[in-house]
């Protein structure tokens, strides 16, 4: 009986022991690592009575990668879901797929007001990019934009 209990007890001790843990730290890749170092920013116009509001920042974090941050007082119009944010080399969305889109470059759909962040892909310089536009694809307007100064 002692021997059975001394095993149920070595198998509890196995089951509840400390164990050092090892899982990686997952870190968001869509989110800047440390402070955002901002180099352009500008205010949001509102468009076609979207309600834009708020200020987009352009800038690096400490680990040289670029993001796009809305900050928190950031809003648009979300009810049509398909609000994309594009880099812009003016005010006007100026489509031109035949020529791969120039003069735009696509980050991706807004989802929430507030702060957000978009990762600029690697290898695409924002250098020509002197506006962000807030596009709705489901109608065809843009809901409103920023010049980055």
Request: proline share 5%; with cysteine.
């Amino acid at each position: 009986m002692k021997k059975i209990l001394l095993l149920f007890y070595v198998a509890f001790l196995g089951l509840v022991s400390c164990s050092e843990d090892n899982d990686p730290i997952t870190i968001d890749p869509t989110k800047p690592t440390g402070a955002l170092s901002v180099l352009r920013s500008g205010s949001f116009v509102d468009q076609n009575g979207a309600g834009s509001a708020g200020n987009a920042a352009l800038g690096t974090d400490s680990q040289g990668k670029e993001f796009l941050q809305f900050n928190s007082a950031f809003k648009t119009a979300l009810a049509t879901g398909t609000v994309t944010v594009f880099l812009s080399t003016s005010a006007t969305f100026m489509a031109d797929p035949a020529n791969g889109n120039p003069n735009l470059l696509a980050l991706g759909p807004v989802r929430t007001a507030g702060e957000n962040f978009f990762l600029i892909p690697s290898g695409a310089s924002t250098a020509k990019y002197t506006h962000v536009i807030l596009w709705c694809g489901s109608v065809g307007i843009p809901f409103g934009n920023a010049q980055l100064k």
